[in-house]
Structure formats: C-alpha cells, structure tokens
C-alpha cells in the first residue's frame, strides 16, 4: 500500500488501522490525536512521513499492506477494540502479527455470533458500510415462541419503533416455528433486536451468516480466514449471493 505525502491526518489514521475515516475524524475531534506531541483537532490537517502520530497512548503506523479477514464471532466477544469494562475482544481471535492494525467493518453485538469482516482498510470500510451500497446482511434468527408470518410481513412493510425513521427487513424466509432467516440492508444498532421486541418476541439466539456474497459456510466459532480481493471486489459491486 503506497501512500503519497502529505496526507491528511484521518486517512493516516485510517491506514494505521484505527477504523473508517469517519470513526477517525471522531477520534481528532475528541482531541485523542497528537500529532508531534501536540493536540490536533483540526480536520484539514496534514501529517508527512517523519511525524509522529499518537492516539492516545498508542503510536499509528501506516501498514504496508492491506488485511481482510473474515471471523466467526462467538458469543461473549465484543467488536470494539477498547472498553475498559470489557475482556473478551474479538479481533484477538485473529493471530496474526499485524493484527493491532486491524479494525472491524460494521459491528455484531456481544450477545450475536457469526460472520463480521476485519481489515486494516478504511477507505474500504467506509465503502462497504456506507448507506448507498445497501449491502445485505442475512441473520439466522431464533426465538423463545413461535414465529408469526404476519409478524414479518408487517416488518417488510416497516415498523416505527424509536426514531421517525422506520425499521425494515428487505426479506425473511421461516425455516421452523422458531428459527427465521432475515435479511436487513441497514447496519442499524440492534436492529433485529429491536424489530423483534417490537412484536414481543426474545432472541435466543442471533447469527450473521452472510455479508453480501461472504458467506460464513462451515467457518468455527473463534476461527476466520482471509477475505480474497475477488470477494472484496463482489462485495462493493454489489453482488449478493
């Protein structure tokens, strides 16, 4: 990965592994970016190859290389890579050396398992989780009581729930009473959680199976692979299945 000097400070971020340029613009706006030892929060600015870059405590280098993986997250794991009240990271499952560098695309909760992508790549990552791309993410679901069809198809037509911006499922296939296949477009917090509540039901369980045409397939809890460029490359064209 060749970078051009200067270069603005949230895409050197971005290239240090510290989450999408958006969630890096946040990180110098919170004045948790020094740049030469000094606070920096102004948007524009820009950072050449002999400065030294710190968030917080920890110092940002670019790689010199791009990472995808793919992970099984197991329940307990949370996505973020910081929180002092937690102990169980998911992207420490991923044993590899760079892997400091790497951050997660979208997020799974703490109490949901299956497939969330890692990378070092924030340009990338802003791409695929962006609005516009209407990515899909497909979810086995699993309920204490049986499953409605109604229910569902009133969530196809979309549920107002906390926001004036209603909640939607794109599609959902029953494959028991309890179990349910859902495909959502938006990356909403606890979106199928919420939907579901809405109609009274508790999820038992929640597993993300598919992102776009990445499927988890046969992948292990606690185990991932590495994302090809191919895969990538489908992933942004829009390719679903």
């Given at each position: ?33 020094t740049v030469n030892m000094k606070i920096v929060t102004e948007m524009g600015t820009k950072v050449d190859a002999d400065d030294v870059v710190m968030v917080d405590t920890q110092l940002a280098e670019p790689a010199d290389r791009l990472f995808y993986y793919a992970l099984h997250k ?168």
């Open positions: 990965m060749r970078i051009e000097y200067p270069i603005r400070l949230q895409s050197y971020l971005a290239k240090s592994g510290f989450g999408s340029r958006r969630s890096c613009e946040k990180l110098i706006a919170d004045g948790r970016v197991p329940r307990g794991y949370v996505c973020t890579n910081y929180d002092p009240h937690e102990k169980l990271y998911a992207r420490d499952l991923i044993t590899i050396p760079e892997s400091n560098l790497l951050f997660h695309i979208g997020r799974l909760d703490k109490d949901s398992t299956g497939l969330i992508l890692y990378t070092n790549d924030g340009t990338t990552a802003q791409k695929i989780m962006h609005p516009s791309q209407e990515i899909e993410k497909e979810y086995a679901v699993m309920t204490t009581k049986a499953i409605l069809r109604e229910d569902l198809e009133e969530a196809l037509r979309g549920v107002y729930i906390d926001s004036q911006r209603p909640y939607i499922i794109k599609k959902f296939t029953l494959r028991s009473k309890r179990w349910a296949l859902i495909t959502l477009t938006e990356g909403r917090n606890r979106e199928l959680r919420k939907i579901f509540s809405y109609f009274g039901y508790t999820i038992q369980r929640l597993v993300r199976i598919r992102i776009g045409p990445i499927q988890l397939g046969d992948l292990a809890e606690g185990r991932y692979r590495i994302v090809s460029k191919a895969e990538i490359k489908a992933l942004l064209e829009g390719k679903n299945s």
